[in-house]
Structures are given as structure tokens and as C-alpha cells.
């Protein structure tokens, strides 16, 4: 079955403990890898759970490879994969256990792959699944997804507490997985490095609204980092300046990019990276929009 | 196929992409007919966005260098296709205009301009036997 | 059906690296059986400890996070009820049978005569115990997770167990439970039917709860 969304979110709402997810709206075209940025508590967690359906939600539709998600009636197992923080599978279960655990649940599950994955992983099926390291155990579920043959991966914040190696690893993983064009990656993270090259799409998140959601390229080109000297500043509140940082030596602020015409000579105008936006849009959010630090 | 992408270059990755591959097919390293590799794999060789090599692409068959073929894959063009005659005589203008341009601010008059692209051809054609 | 056996089989995986524990306290059991004289406790005593083992799975889950894990398996809610509570049925046949086997074998080497009537009503009244803590602490376990409903959900092993005492002093002649259950076939039907009913209940009553829940 092909269908022409991976992911299809409209206005997506749940109060959930003290927190709300506002009118939540993103699309993943199958075949692409959507990035899911933003600070921590921003709701990322609790719109994959709303995908997932562990969440009853509140208003809006949540559509998954083309099926309705409704926490009462949930499609076939196979077709996604889930990997978290750190897995979800009984602590003192072998890797062997883990195995015989799932495989009954899918109906594309295939041993031989998954005993190749785990060799290819350097994963040992009489370790226990406490005592696997943090990369080890993302391996371990990302080897359980691809032995179904799932066709969407959700990775929620799979790479924090992870060594650079490992995300190296994870990223060479989904490269391999991106090459079939029916499979689609939705991935959380804070840490935009990881999303910098790999992403097509990108969703920022904050305080449970969507910021943006679109082409990775259209939301780069839609900003940019300005640098200058102390007199060069833009005036506080200058439209389509998004924050501004002042120093003893200068300022550097993040604009949106039809703002950036017209500076004085001597003003460095450079693109802006995923972090540059996530940080400095993520700061706007603190009501610190035009902030001065360290003038004596 | 030889691509090297470079994170520091400033340069769009897609347009990295399109400016070895057509240097590639100009020098002879590709020629008529070559499949490409298809946008998928070669996102997974240099573990970049599909969208990013798809641009690319789109962009080298837009200016004439390959045809996508749906389903099938990149096709090189013969390189002496119309586009990519006009795209190589743009080329060419656009380095002209910055040799006049440097010309201008150093002050030289159009008949040393001459001299010097002259002299240039000289070289350049002894340099070819 | 076959996805309530799926979840049971994995609810089985999911404790089965508690089983030493659990047979070492069945050990325990036994050598209380001993210790009593009294074969038939063997029963009580191992069904106590059913009890207590039906709330492993719900501690392993709320420990490992496995309301995930029932999530990408796509198990429905429904099932994940249901399947809790066949589960604890089938443990409760299971260690029926496992200690009224090790009960005849313990009257028979201590010379002493257990009937098929005395073991029937001790595994009757085991039955109402088990049918109405489980009854009580699941649907606590399915609202607030394991680990939240813990202390409410022991409430009602403790309510039994001062049942028990209090009757015990009440009328310290009286004949125990199971004797006064014995001659009568008809009340023990009454208990196991009771009993019964008491787990659909329990049973609908956390298909709501867990059906609603955000997990």
C-alpha cells in the first residue's frame, strides 16, 4: 500500500498535564525525513505519542501512512517503527527474549534479518537489555523496526546521552533506510546537528505550537545570522529582526531574511544554521526579544 | 562518480552537487548515455537530504546536462546539446563581465583589454599542443 | 481472541524472569505446609502468593515503560484488560493445580488423609481471596500505573487478612471457612460463581478506566 503522506497532522489539539498542544498542523511526504525540533517540554514528545495513539486527542485529525489514528482501533503493527531514548523492552529480557517477544505481533517479521542486524550492531543476544550502553540500545531498536520492515520510523530524541560515534552510526542507519523511497523518517531531537543534512523537512516546535513546518531549505533561506558593531544595531524592534544579542564589542541577531537590506557597510550577513534559528527563535519565546548583556 | 560535498564551502550542497557533476560530464568523465546514480542512493552515499540531491539533478537537466528519466533513472546528454551550449557560452560571458569589471577599476582602456585576452589566447592555445 | 493470547503469552514473557523468585516463595509454601502439619495450606499459601505475582506485570510495566511497547505492537486496549486478566485466571489454574498436587504428596508423606471435598473448599475459598483482591487492586493498577496504586492496592489483601484474624477471634471454636464450606456442594458453587462474577465486573469496570486512558 502506498499513500502519498508518511504523516498527515490537522490541527492537532490535547491538554495534557498542565500542557497543551495547540492546533498542532504538519505533513511528511512518504519517502522524506522530517526533522522535529525544539527545546525540551515543547511538545514533541506528546505529539508522537498522539501519533503513536497513547493519547486520546483532544481535536483534530492525526493520520498515519494514510490510516486514522484512533487509540481504540490501531492499524497493522508493522509499518512503523518506534525508537526512544532509550527502549522500551523488558529490563532483564536476553536479546533473545526480545525476539521471540515481538515476533508474534508482526506479521513481516523476518529472524534472519534481525540476527544479521544484531551482528551487524556487534549486539550480543545473551546480553540483558539493562545492561546495554545507550547506543547499544538505540541499535537495538532500530534492528527491531527494520525486522519488521517498517516503512515509517518514529525516533523520539534518540541521540541524547549518545557518543558522537553512535549518532554518527544512526545516521549512516537512516541514510540506508532513506533509499527505499516508500520509507519515511519522522525524528525528534533537540540536538539539530544531527538533522543539518540529513533532514528534507523540518517542524519547529514551542510551548506546544508549531513555529514553522516546511522544507528544511525554505526555512534556512528564511533567516539569517547579522553581525556588526555597537553603532550598526538595528533600533529595538526593528520588524523581522527576531532577537537581538548586544555586547560591549557589537550585536548579533537573527533576522528574518527580506529584513536584512539596506544595512550599513561593515555588517557581516551570513546563513543561518538549524541551531541559529532554533536557538535564537527559542530565546524570542522567553519575552527576551531585544536583550543588552555585559555593557559596563 | 566523484562528489565531494564540503560543509564549510558556503556553497548550497546542491549546488556543490551540480557544479561537480557538470564538471565531470564537460571533462569527459561522464558521457552520453551514463546513468547517474539515482537521487536516493546518492543521498545515501553523501548522507544528505533527497531533497537536496533531487534539486540537484533537476537543476543539471534543466540546464541541459541530463535527462530524468521517470522511473528509470539520470541520463547524461551529449554534452554539445543546445542548453548545454548555452549554458557553457553564459559561462563564458559571465567570466568576461568579471575580467571587465576588474578591467574597469584598474583603469585600462579597451584596446589592452583586448591585448591581454589576446595574449591569453596565445598562451592558452600553445599550453593545448 | 488470538491477540488476547499473544498479549498473555507476552505478559508470560514479561515475568518470566521473576520465576525463580516466585519459585523460591512457593518453597517457602511448602515448607510452611510443613511446618503446619496442615497439607491443605500448601493451597492457601502458593494462592497468596498467585496474588501477589499477578501484579508483576503491572510493576514491570510501569518500571520499563511497556505501555509503549504495547503501543507499537498495536495492542488494542481491550486486549491488554482482557489479556491481564485471563492471564491471572490461567496463573490461578496453574498454581491450583501445581499445589494441590504438592499437597497430596505432602499428606501422603506425613500420614494424614486430605480428602478430594477438603481440597475442593480450600481451593473454592482460595478463589473468592484471589477473585476479590484481584477484583479491587486491577482496576486501581489499570487507573493510576503500578507504581502510584501500589499502596492503595494492597488495602484489600490487608482487609482479608484482618478478616480472617478477626473472625479466627471472634469465634475461636468455629470450624475454619473451608470446613464450614465442605459438607455443602451447593455453597462452594455459590463462592467460585460469586467469585466469578466479582473478576467480570473488575474486569469491565477496568476496560473503562484503561480504554480512556492517556498512557
Redesign the interface.
Known amino acids: 500500500m502506498t499513500t502519498e503522506n508518511a504523516l498527515a497532522v490537522q490541527g492537532l489539539t490535547k491538554s495534557f498535564g498542565g500542557f497543551a498542544l495547540r492546533d498542532v498542523t504538519l505533513t511528511l511526504p512518504t519517502g522524506y525525513v522530517m526533522g522535529f525540533v525544539g527545546p525540551n517540554g515543547a511538545g514533541k514528545t506528546t505529539t508522537i505519542k498522539c501519533l503513536l495513539g497513547m493519547l486520546r486527542i483532544d481535536g483534530g485529525t492525526v493520520e498515519v501512512l494514510g490510516r486514522r489514528v484512533d487509540a481504540g482501533a490501531p492499524g497493522p503493527a508493522d509499518d512503523v517503527g518506534v525508537v526512544l531514548d532509550r527502549p522500551y523492552y523488558v529490563s532483564d529480557w536476553r536479546l533473545d527474549d526480545v525476539e521471540s517477544a515481538l515476533r508474534p505481533f508482526y506479521s513481516r517479521w523476518d529472524g534472519d534479518r534481525w540476527s544479521s542486524l544484531l551482528d551487524r550492531f556487534e549486539l550480543d543476544r545473551r546480553r540483558k537489555v539493562k545492561d546495554l550502553s545507550r547506543g547499544m540500545g538505540m541499535k537495538l531498536m532500530v534492528a527491531a523496526a527494520l525486522s519488521h520492515d517498517a516503512r515509517l520510523l518514529v525516533l523520539d530524541e534518540p541521540t541524547s546521552g549518545l557518543d558522537p560515534a553512535a549518532r554518527d552510526e544512526l545516521l549512516t542507519i537512516l541514510s540506508e533506510f532513506l533509499e527505499d523511497e516508500q520509507h519515511s523518517v519522522l525524528f525528534s531531537t533537540h540536538i539539530t546537528t544531527d538533522l543539518e543534512r540529513i533532514a528534507d523537512y523540518v517542524t519547529f516546535i514551542r510551548d506546544g505550537a508549531i513555529v514553522s513546518t516546511g522544507t528544511k531549505d525554505d526555512l534556512l533561506d528564511a533567516y539569517r545570522v547579522v553581525r556588526g558593531g555597537p553603532q550598526d544595531a538595528p533600533p529595538p524592534g526593528t520588524p523581522g529582526f527576531v532577537s537581538t544579542r548586544r555586547h560591549g564589542s557589537g550585536f548579533e541577531a537573527l533576522a528574518r531574511a527580506e529584513a536584512v537590506r539596506d544595512l550599513p557597510d561593515g555588517v557581516v550577513v551570513e546563513p543561518a544554521s538549524l541551531d541559529d534559528i532554533v536557538i535564537h527563535v527559542g530565546r524570542a519565546s522567553d519575552g527576551a526579544f531585544d536583550h543588552a548583556e555585559g555593557s559596563l | 562518480m566523484r562528489v565531494v560535498i564540503s560543509n564549510t564551502a558556503g556553497v548550497p550542497l546542491y549546488e556543490q552537487i551540480k557544479e561537480q557533476v557538470k564538471a565531470a560530464i564537460l571533462a569527459g568523465e561522464l558521457r552520453e548515455g551514463d546513468a547517474l546514480p539515482s537521487v536516493r542512493s546518492l543521498a545515501k552515499d553523501l548522507r544528505i537530504s533527497v531533497i537536496t540531491t533531487t534539486r540537484a539533478y533537476a537543476d543539471l537537466a534543466r540546464e541541459g546536462f541530463v535527462t530524468n528519466v521517470q522511473g528509470k533513472g539520470s541520463f547524461v546528454l551529449p554534452a554539445s546539446s543546445e542548453l548545454v551550449r548555452e549554458q557553457l557560452l553564459r559561462d563564458v560571458e559571465d567570466g568576461l563581465t568579471a575580467a571587465l569589471t576588474a578591467a574597469r577599476v584598474a583603469g585600462l582602456g579597451r584596446d589592452e583589454v583586448v591585448a591581454v585576452l589576446d595574449q591569453l589566447l596565445t598562451i592558452h592555445e600553445e599550453g593545448n599542443q | 481472541m488470538s491477540t488476547v493470547a499473544?498479549f498473555v503469552?507476552?505478559d508470560a514473557?514479561?515475568v518470566?524472569?521473576?520465576l525463580r523468585s516466585y519459585l523460591f516463595l512457593l518453597g517457602m509454601g511448602v515448607l510452611f505446609g510443613l511446618m503446619l502439619e496442615d497439607s491443605s495450606s500448601v493451597i492457601a499459601i502458593s494462592v497468596v502468593y498467585g496474588i501477589l505475582t499477578s501484579s508483576y506485570a503491572f510493576a514491570?510495566e510501569d518500571?520499563?515503560?511497556?505501555?509503549?511497547?504495547y503501543?507499537?505492537?498495536?495492542?488494542?486496549?481491550d486486549v491488554v484488560v482482557v489479556g491481564r486478566y485471563v492471564g491471572a485466571l490461567l496463573m490461578f489454574v496453574v498454581i491450583g493445580a501445581v499445589s494441590t498436587a504438592l499437597a497430596a504428596l505432602l499428606s501422603a508423606f506425613q500420614g494424614e488423609t486430605l480428602t478430594a471435598t477438603e481440597v475442593l473448599a480450600v481451593l473454592a475459598v482460595s478463589f473468592a481471596i484471589f477473585a476479590f483482591t484481584i477484583g479491587v487492586q486491577f482496576p486501581l493498577f489499570f487507573a493510576l500505573g503500578y507504581t502510584r496504586a501500589k499502596l492503595l492496592a494492597y488495602l484489600p489483601f490487608l482487609l482479608v487478612f484482618a478478616a480472617v484474624v478477626a473472625f479466627t477471634q471472634a469465634a475461636p471454636d468455629a470450624q475454619s471457612l473451608p470446613a464450614w464450606l465442605e459438607p455443602s456442594a451447593g455453597a462452594g458453587a455459590v463462592v467460585v460463581v460469586t467469585s466469578l462474577a466479582v473478576l467480570v465486573a473488575s474486569c469491565l469496570v477496568s476496560r473503562r478506566i484503561y480504554?480512556?486512558k492517556?498512557?
Open positions: 499473544a503469552r507476552l514473557l514479561t518470566r524472569p521473576q514491570i518500571k520499563d515503560g511497556l505501555s509503549v511497547l503501543g507499537t505492537l498495536r495492542v488494542p486496549r480504554g480512556r492517556d498512557l
